[in-house]
């Protein structure tokens, strides 16, 4: 009963966590390690509730954690976007970013483009994170939204079911070990 109710609160946690509310952007991102120290982001960029498409947006890339960016995105969604990407600046320590801006009608409200894809070295440790991004009005350059991009939910719930499955193990290994000491006992 114990292991249903904190498997129950490990899924509660991951679920709240993949879809927190009251956003009107979200920025997915998926993680590909290509080697020796090579990375790329995949992100989908969906407008929930802004109420003017979503006609520009931009990735911050920390200064000190990335280097070399090299923008990937394939065709779709590259043909109907202006896609830039600026290095972190070592002298000034600025931070790089990805910028796209739409040469269509943008994302509605409601519509998702998936497919945006940059590559970079990573000097941080183990994997690369979340990144702040921002929602920019093209026309004003004010920014209308902004917030962390989220990796994706299959990120979070297979992150959760191997937290379950080591639970479920050390579990069982405990009860076999009580198993042995009552027959040892006998």
Same mark, same amino acid.
């Given at each position: 009963?114990?292991?249903?109710?904190?498997?129950?609160?490990?899924?509660?946690?991951?679920?709240?966590?993949?879809?927190?509310?009251?956003?009107?952007? *979200?920025?997915?991102?998926?993680?590909? +390690?290509?080697?020796?120290?090579?990375?790329?982001?995949? %992100?989908?960029?969906?407008? @929930?509730?802004?109420?003017?498409?979503?006609?520009?947006?931009? @990735?911050?890339?920390?200064?000190?954690?990335?280097?070399? $960016?090299?923008? *990937?995105?394939? +065709?779709?969604?590259?043909? =109907?976007? =202006?896609?830039?990407?600026?290095?972190? *600046?070592? @002298?000034? $320590? =600025? +931070?790089? %970013? %990805? +910028?796209?801006?739409?040469?269509?009608?943008?994302?509605? @409200?409601?519509?998702?483009?998936?497919?945006?894809?940059?590559?970079?070295?990573?000097?941080?440790?183990?994997?690369?994170?979340?990144?702040?991004? *921002?929602?920019?009005?093209?026309?004003?350059?004010?920014?209308? =939204?902004?917030? %962390?991009?989220?990796?994706?939910?299959?990120?979070?719930?297979? $992150?959760?079911?191997?937290? $379950?499955?080591?639970?479920?193990?050390?579990?069982?290994?405990?009860?076999?070990?009580?198993?042995?000491?009552?027959?040892?006992?006998?």
């Amino acid at each position: 009963m114990k292991s249903c109710f904190l498997a129950g609160a490990i899924f509660l946690f991951l679920f709240t966590t993949a879809c927190p509310g009251g956003l009107m952007t *979200e920025i997915r991102y998926e993680t590909a +390690d290509l080697g020796s120290g090579r990375w790329q982001y995949t %992100y989908e960029v969906t407008n @929930i509730s802004l109420t003017s498409a979503v006609e520009e947006f931009t @990735i911050w890339f920390d200064y000190g954690s990335f280097e070399n $960016l090299s923008i *990937e995105t394939p +065709d779709p969604p590259a043909g =109907d976007w =202006d896609e830039l990407a600026v290095q972190p *600046e070592p @002298i000034l $320590l =600025d +931070d790089g %970013y %990805y +910028d796209a801006l739409t040469l269509d009608t943008g994302i509605g @409200i409601g519509e998702m483009v998936s497919g945006f894809s940059v590559s970079f070295d990573w000097l941080g440790m183990g994997q690369p994170g979340s990144q702040f991004y *921002e929602i920019i009005d093209p026309a004003t350059f004010e920014t209308l =939204d902004s917030g %962390y991009t989220v990796p994706e939910p299959t990120t979070i719930l297979l $992150l959760g079911l191997g937290g $379950l499955i080591f639970h479920i193990k050390r579990r069982q290994e405990t009860e076999n070990r009580r198993q042995n000491k009552k027959t040892k006992n006998s």
